[in-house]
């Protein structure tokens, strides 16, 4: 079965400073990775992925992730946070061989103030 | 990206009774989904709804209690029924775009149930 942990409910940092968003994954195969971002009563929007190749991803607003395969991770970050980025942050993943459906962490809550 | 589009972006509705949920995207997708996320909860499937075949149901989760339809390549409904407080979340659906071997799946903008 395929897992995916976000150890932090939530993520304090003051805009302009970078930040961090972790994500660690658990599947049988090779992993695709995704970061989606939601905003207070709206949908999911997609950010960025990992399918193959360059470890370091780049995605909408300025936000990239690193995949870590030794690590089982794809931590999310940004070098300098805006107090726009407030929102709730999902990693998710699925098994790249055979049919599998997409696997949601928990979700981490991010704030960035003033 | 798709666009997709959701009726009725919320509602209130009183127990034992049910609800029907639209989903509409602008382009064909082959593959469509339905999430359930409770109150500060994560996203958890619901079930795989693809044109012309039932719809897969994940566990936990009965054809009775959430039916699905998806007539065309465009379109889908998510009916909960026999409602209970229980029920009350945020539906999404979303399809998922396998073009160029992207995998990304787009979510559309939910319907927040409320359940008395």
């Known amino acids: 079965a395929q897992s995916v942990a976000q150890p932090e409910d939530q993520v304090n940092v003051a805009e302009g400073n970078p930040l961090t968003v972790k994500c660690t994954y658990s599947?049988?195969?090779?992993?695709?990775l995704f970061w989606y971002v939601q905003y207070p009563n709206r949908g999911l929007q997609f950010l960025l992925k990992?399918?193959?190749?360059?470890?370091l991803v780049k995605g909408s607003y300025g936000f990239e992730a690193e995949f870590n395969k030794s690590q089982t991770s794809f931590h999310l970050k940004k070098p300098s946070a805006l107090v726009s980025d407030s929102a709730l942050y999902f990693c998710?993943?699925?098994?790249?061989?055979?049919?599998?459906?997409?696997?949601f962490g928990k979700g981490t809550m991010l704030l960035v103030s003033p | 990206s798709a666009v997709i589009s959701q009726k009725p972006s919320r509602d209130i509705c009183q127990r034992g009774t049910s609800l029907t949920i639209q989903c509409q995207v602008d382009?064909?997708?082959?593959?469509m989904f339905w999430y359930r996320q409770q109150p500060g909860q994560s996203l958890t499937l619901i079930a795989t709804?693809?044109?012309?075949?039932?719809?897969?149901?994940e566990s936990g989760f009965v054809i009775d209690k959430f039916p699905i339809s998806r007539p065309n390549l465009t379109f889908s409904t998510l009916t909960v029924s026999n409602m209970s407080p229980e029920d009350s979340s945020i539906y999404l659906c979303?399809?998922?775009?396998?073009?160029?071997?992207?995998?990304?799946?787009?979510f559309g903008p939910g319907t927040r149930l409320t359940v008395t």
């Open positions: 979303s399809v998922e775009d396998r073009g160029a071997g992207a995998y990304e799946q787009y």
């Open positions: 599947v049988s195969g090779n992993p695709y």
């Open positions: 990992y399918i193959t190749g360059d470890n």
């Open positions: 998710a993943v699925r098994d790249v061989h055979g049919y599998s459906t997409l696997t």
């Open positions: 382009s064909q997708v082959t593959m």
């Open positions: 709804a693809n044109q012309g075949s039932e719809a897969t149901y």
